[in-house]
């Protein structure tokens, strides 16, 4: 009884104890913006030479940016792979995109303020399209002045 008090009388302040070490079980990385990621491997891709780039996960989202993206030229093929999972995108590259990012959070973009934010964005009127989601589906700015319509930004490329 004696030694026992003894004992802890003597011992030294303890520690706390550390954590234990997370494994992979305990957490796992998310995705926050898949439209990100896909577009940061686009220009990354870019950048290194690339002739190809292989996206994944894809969404209807990244589908339709790639699509205005291709009906300007700025990439080539778009071969959708279905996995069976969240789905995979091969993008064929033609070495035109300088940048391409995402806008977050997206904001409200009504008509006349289009070309304010154009100018703010793109390098100059002539070179690089925003890329709006607007009731008519997603678009870049200039077909969104022709259909007289506002919406959310989504990103840019030029």
Not at 55 to 81: A, N, T, W
Request: proline share 6%; with cysteine; net charge positive.
């Amino acid at each position: 009884f004696w030694l026992k008090h003894l004992a802890r009388f003597l011992r030294l302040p303890s520690f706390p104890t550390p954590l234990p070490k997370a494994t992979p079980s305990f957490f796992k990385m998310v995705r926050i913006n898949v439209l990100r990621d896909c577009l940061n491997g686009i220009c990354n891709a870019e950048k290194r030479g690339k002739r190809q780039v292989l996206v994944r996960p894809c969404s209807k989202v990244i589908i339709k940016f790639l699509q205005v993206m291709q009906k300007h030229g700025y990439i080539g093929d778009v071969e959708i792979i279905d996995d069976k999972r969240s789905g995979k995108v091969v993008i064929d590259l033609v070495g035109r995109i300088n940048k391409c990012g995402v806008i977050s959070p997206r904001f409200d973009v009504c008509l006349g303020d289009i070309e304010q934010l154009a100018s703010n964005l793109l390098p100059s009127r002539q070179f690089g399209h925003l890329v709006l989601t607007t009731p008519y589906g997603i678009m870049d700015h200039e077909e969104a002045r022709r259909k007289h319509t506002g919406g959310k930004i989504v990103g840019f490329f030029f």
